[in-house]
């Protein structure tokens, strides 16, 4: 009996083993891209994806360049300070968009326009996806809700 048991135990610890093996055989296959949650405007600019790769963009909305169209048709632009991007998107936008408000959405960059089928922004007034602010941060642009532009 008690050879039987200490055999059980090797032998789940075995599967496990091979389980634990074949996930991280699986992550390791994955695209690099794979992990990020978004990219901003300046790394966008710098290397284009490819027009069927499916991301995500974040950053500020570009003070004056929101247009409507007919519609639920939008345009407008997104900067991290670096570089702006160009957005169209055909929906309901969220109720808290607004130009110089934190903004990531989803969808393809095609012919030098982000395409978005998706558009979140921030929940209230001082709420920005902290992606978003480390990335504002790191380009000198980001202003505290105190209106007082923050350092690294």
């Given at each position: 009996?008690?050879?039987?048991?200490?055999?059980?135990?090797?032998?789940?610890?075995?599967?496990?083993?091979?389980?634990l093996?074949?996930?991280l055989?699986?992550?390791?296959l994955?695209?690099?891209?794979?992990?990020?949650?978004?990219?901003?405007?300046?790394?966008?600019?710098?290397?284009?994806?490819?027009?069927?790769?499916?991301?995500?963009i974040?950053?500020?909305?570009?003070?004056?360049?929101?247009?409507?169209?007919?519609?639920?048709?939008?345009?407008?632009?997104?900067t991290?300070?670096?570089?702006?991007?160009?957005?169209?998107?055909?929906?309901?936008?969220?109720?808290?968009?607004?130009?110089?408000?934190?903004?990531?959405?989803?969808?393809r960059?095609?012919?030098?326009?982000?395409?978005?089928?998706?558009?979140?922004?921030?929940?209230?007034e001082?709420?920005?996806?902290?992606?978003?602010?480390?990335?504002?941060?790191?380009?000198?642009?980001?202003?505290?809700?105190?209106?007082?532009?923050?350092?690294?």
């Amino acid at each position: 009996m008690r050879g039987l048991k200490k055999k059980r135990r090797v032998q789940v610890l075995a599967l496990s083993g091979v389980c634990l093996a074949a996930v991280l055989g699986l992550l390791a296959l994955l695209p690099d891209d794979s992990f990020q949650f978004f990219r901003s405007p300046s790394e966008v600019a710098a290397d284009p994806p490819r027009e069927t790769e499916l991301f995500r963009i974040g950053g500020l909305v570009e003070e004056g360049t929101i247009v409507r169209g007919t519609g639920t048709e939008v345009q407008f632009s997104v900067t991290d300070g670096g570089a702006s991007i160009p957005v169209t998107y055909t929906g309901i936008l969220p109720d808290l968009f607004a130009e110089g408000q934190g903004m990531v959405g989803q969808g393809r960059y095609v012919n030098g326009t982000f395409q978005a089928v998706e558009i979140l922004a921030k929940h209230d007034e001082s709420y920005m996806p902290k992606e978003v602010l480390d990335a504002l941060k790191e380009q000198g642009v980001y202003v505290a809700p105190d209106a007082a532009v923050a350092t690294n």
